[in-house]
């Protein structure tokens, strides 16, 4: 799965486009590398986001191509 829909689909980003533009603006490091957009994302991968001050950093738990609002959680797990 790619990157950016990724981050949409496990709501770690609200929006496709947003989490697309933040990959364009080499905010987001998987695996301590920066990444685009289309990065096919593999469970394990741990995923650094800078939004401004903020990071968010979380590691791949597993891959769906769609997640309720109870699951998108579980597809991730938060490291700081």
Known sequence: ???????KVSRLIKRRTIANELCDAKHVNVNGKVARASYDVKEGDIIEIKMGTNLIKAQVVSIA???TK??????YKMLS
């Open 65 to 67: 191509p769609h997640a």
């Open 1 to 7: 799965m790619r990157l950016d829909k990724y981050l």
């Open 70 to 75: 109870t699951d998108a959680s579980l597809m």
